[in-house]
Structure formats: C-alpha cells, structure tokens
C-alpha cells in the first residue's frame, strides 16, 4: 500500500470522499425529480462560464458559478415562457452554452492547462485551496438536506399537496438547483466536467432501482461512488491510465452488471 | 359563525376562456359541502385556487378571513386530497412515513412525538391500511393508494379539509367507514369541501350542496333546494334519465 504514502494519493481520497457525498445526494434527488439531463445540462453551462473567463481574463472558478447559476436560475422563466416540458428548454440551452464555449475559445490564443483540467479533471493534482472549499460546500449541502429531509421528500412525492400544505415548491427547488449548480463546478474542478455528471448519476441510477429505503440507498450510494473513484484510483496508478475516464468507466461496468444480476 | 371560505366575484381562466366566472361562495365552521358539475365544470380548479396552488385572475378569495397569498402557518391546516395525485410512485417511502408527512406538516417538521405516533396509527386503522404499513406507495393497489393520501391529509387534524373525488376506486365498505370519519371531523367542526360525482352520496351527506359549471348554479341544503331542477340545469335535459329517479 506505498500508493497511500503519497500527499497526492491522500488529497485525492478526501477529495473522493467529498465528491461522493455530494453527487450521490444531488445525483438522488435530480433522479427522483426526473432531472437527470439536468447534470449533464449543468456539466456544459459550467464550460460556457469557463469560456467566458478565458476570454475576460478572470478567474474562471467565478466565471463559470456565475455563469451557471444564472442559467440555474432564468431556466424556470424560459420553460414557462416555452409551455414545453422542462428538458426540452434546458437541453436547447445547454447545448447552446457548450457552443457559446467553443466560440468564445477560438478567440483564445496561448496556455489552457487550466482548460483542460477543467474538461477532463485531474484527481490527482488537486490544490488544497480547492478541497477546503469543497469541503465546506459538503458541510453546507449536508446541513441543508438534513434540515429539509422531509420537505424535500413531501415535495418529490407529490408536489401539488406539499404546495397546498405550505411548502414554497419553487424556493425549495430553486435552493436545491443552486446547491446543484455549485456541485457541478466544484466536482468539475476537481475531477473534470465529463466525471461530475458521471458520477452524479450513475451510481445513484445503478442502486435506485433496488434499494428500498430512502436512507440505505444515501448510504450505498455514496459507498458505491467512493467504490467506483478509489478502484478507478488504484487501476490508473498501477496501469498508468487516466483517472477520471477509468472511474468513468468502472461506474458505468457495475451499472451494466446491476441489470443482470 | 366563523367564516372558513370567502369567495367573492372570482374569475379563472387557464387560457383564454373563463373556465370559472363570477363564483361567489361562503363556507362557514364546520360546515360540509359538496360540489357537483360535470367533466370540466371547473370542480378541481376551483378546489386548486382554494388551497393556492392556482391564482385566479379576478376577484378574492380568503380562507380563515385572510387573503389567501398571505396564509402562512395556516396553510399547515388545509388538508388536500387531489384528484389525479401527480406521484412519484417509485420514491422508496413507507406507508407510515407518506402517513406521518401530515404530522410533520403539523409539527414544523420536528421529530415525530408518540402522540403523533397514536394519530397515525389509528388514522390507519380507521381506514385500514394497517398491514400496509411497511409497504411502498408504487406498489399498492389505486383504492389502497387513494386511502393512503387520504390519510396524509386527515392526520394533519386540518380545519379544512378538500376532497376531490377522494372515493374513486375505493371499496364500498371503506367508503362507508370514510364517511362515517367525516361526520366525526364535522362534529368536531372541521370544515370540509367535497366534490364528487356520486350525487346519491353527496345529497345524503352534505349539509350545503353547490351545483358548479363554470359558475355556480346553486347552493344551499340539499333538502332545501329542487335538487333535479338544479340538476337538470347543470347538466342539461338529459341528466333525469341518467338518475335513479326513485332516490329523491
Ligand atoms: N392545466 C390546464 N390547462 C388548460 N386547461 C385546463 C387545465 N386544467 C383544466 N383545464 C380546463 O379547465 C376546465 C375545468 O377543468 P377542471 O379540471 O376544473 O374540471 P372538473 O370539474 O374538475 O372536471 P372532472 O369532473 O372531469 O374532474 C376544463 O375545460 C379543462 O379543459
Ligand atoms: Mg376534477
């Protein structure tokens, strides 16, 4: 176990750790909620952001939250206007937002590792300032989530009830997107645009299906994406392969398995 | 008596046409109502803007003498029972736990006490989904679903309680001990607006009948008012063929 001896090593599994915690929540809720696209949605405004930072000269961690909460939060205004169902609208956004991107890129000249860290991430070379940040954001998504258990759970049950019983529906959701939106950033800076949808759904998606109780299926879903990043940790430091495609595409292997167990 | 319900001149459209215009209602403690009109009368849209989750274009409405925008904690005591429940069906939630989100309502969403334990339990005697009780919602049955909602709302003890068609697909012996619970909840002077299409059922029950299509035809005591005129204008000259005449 010499791999654990390295600063890096042990960077990257707290960072996993966190990581996990924070997509199996928000991974669990956008699947009940039947929002799913909305992480991959999410994943291509955050590069739009980073774009406009490239082009503006400022920090792109900024640039890209801001960026994508402001899309977080115009969407409910465009599906209304839209009268479409809501993934309609978010998907002709988002895609939009990954061009705007590419556009506002090539008139970018000069140094983008930056750029690419944030597109493909690398786990392994994580700043410590970027890890205290994630690290309270999860203190902060653990408490809100904690506090709002129930209301959140009445709300995806059954929203119109919860509406009428008093629950502000588009305030709750809204906090839940913005917490979303933050998550996205966050886990894209650390391990890449691709790997923060990937690990926000797929795990939860493998064990939805099975897991019958709300609070086992937090816990095996947060266990099974830590699963997924360690093992995809150990296999790309032994066979020298990049990390955050192998824990892509071990998540996506036990996925498959699950259906044919 | 205090005034549950004040509705006055409301209008509401969805699109462009008025689907209810110039409704004018008043629904005092305790007072059971039953609501009658045919598909599209506007029965669950009228129950929608009651609870808030619609707003009408013209005219007020006020539940427990306040403008309804401006309920807060008083929403706690509307229990609402929808007409076609959007669900999650699939959310791995128990019966007791769908049961007991009314009391949480209640509680502001603290621990569940053992008092709140007793209501639950006993909600779900009283409409016996008890052996239900460690089941997912996705896989009961429509009637054991509908029951479940229905005690959502009632363990919520609310002041005004709002049923749209809450029997459908329920048996008739369920039926029966669910209305024998609303006569208790009225003498505990719970007011409760029901809409129904069971017309032998709601002239029997009900204290104040409103005859809704689009507006409102006619309200009062069912033994009061020509319920078959009424009836008849709601739903047109066909409607005496359709009833078992020998009820009234
Ligand atoms: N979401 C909606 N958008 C547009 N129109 C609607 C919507 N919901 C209802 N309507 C229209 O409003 C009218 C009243 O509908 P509502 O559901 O209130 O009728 P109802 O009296 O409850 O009928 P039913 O007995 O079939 O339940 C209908 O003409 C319906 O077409
Ligand atoms: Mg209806």
């Known amino acids: ?261 | 008596m205090n005034r549950i319900v004040e509705i006055n001149n409301l209008y509401y459209s969805y699109n462009n046409d008025f689907v209810l215009e110039n409704i004018n209602l008043e629904i005092l403690e305790g007072e059971f109502w039953g609501i009658i009109g045919p598909n599209g009368a506007g029965k669950s849209t009228l129950l929608k803007i009651i609870v808030g989750i619609l707003k009408p274009q013209k005219g007020s409405i006020k539940v427990f003498n306040k403008e309804i925008k401006y309920l807060k904690d008083e929403k706690k005591l509307i229990g609402y029972v929808p007409q076609k429940p959007n669900i999650e069906k699939y959310l791995p939630l128990k019966v007791t736990e769908i049961v007991a989100l009314g009391r949480r309502i209640v509680n502001d969403w603290k621990k569940l006490s053992s008092h709140d334990r007793e209501i639950i339990q006993k909600l779900m005697e009283e409409l016996e989904i008890e052996d239900l009780a460690n089941k997912i919602y996705g896989e009961l049955s429509g009637g054991q679903q509908q029951k479940v909602l229905i005690a959502r709302a009632l363990a919520q003890q609310p002041k005004l309680l709002i049923l749209d068609e809450p029997t459908i697909g329920v048996d008739m012996k369920t039926q029966s001990k669910f209305y024998s619970l609303l006569r208790k909840l009225k003498k505990a002077r719970i007011s409760i607006i029901l809409v129904s299409h069971d017309i032998g059922i709601i002239s029997k029950e009900v204290d104040k009948l409103a005859c809704l299509n689009s507006k409102l035809y006619l309200h009062g005591c069912p033994k009061d008012i020509k319920i078959h005129t009424a009836l008849k204008e709601v739903y047109g000259e066909d409607f005496l063929l359709l009833t078992h005449e020998e009820e009234e």
């Open chain 1, 1 to 261: 176990m010499e791999i654990l001896s390295y600063a890096f090593v042990q960077r990257a599994l707290l960072a996993g750790m966190l990581i996990s915690i924070i997509s199996s929540v928000i991974g669990i809720y956008l699947i009940y909620r039947g929002l799913s696209f909305m992480s991959a949605g999410i994943s291509h405004a955050v590069f739009g952001g980073l774009a406009i930072g490239y082009l503006l000269g400022i920090n792109i961690t900024l640039t890209s939250l801001l960026f994508t909460l402001l899309i977080i939060w115009i969407m409910p205004f465009i599906v209304r206007k839209s009268k479409l169902k809501q993934d309609i609208p978010i998907g002709i956004f988002y895609s939009s937002s990954m061009a705007l991107g590419a556009l506002l890129l090539s008139f970018h000249q000069g140094y983008t590792t930056d750029l690419f860290s944030f597109l493909f991430g690398s786990i392994l070379s994580i700043k410590d300032e970027d890890l205290i940040i994630t690290l309270i954001f999860t203190v902060i998504l653990t408490i809100f989530f904690l506090r709002n258990y129930w209301k959140i759970i009445f709300m995806i049950f059954d929203q119109e009830t919860a509406e009428a019983s008093g629950i502000n529906v588009f305030k709750l959701e809204g906090a839940v997107l913005t917490l979303t939106g933050i998550a996205v950033v966050l886990i894209s800076k650390l391990v890449g645009i691709i790997l923060s949808s990937a690990l926000i759904i797929i795990p939860a998606a493998t064990l939805v299906p099975y897991i019958k109780d709300m609070r086992k299926l937090i816990v095996y879903t947060i266990f099974l994406n830590l699963m997924c990043i360690i093992s995809g940790l150990i296999l790309s430091y032994y066979f020298n392969l990049p990390t955050g495609s192998t824990i892509v595409i071990i998540a996506t292997l036990v996925f498959l398995i699950s259906l044919f167990k």
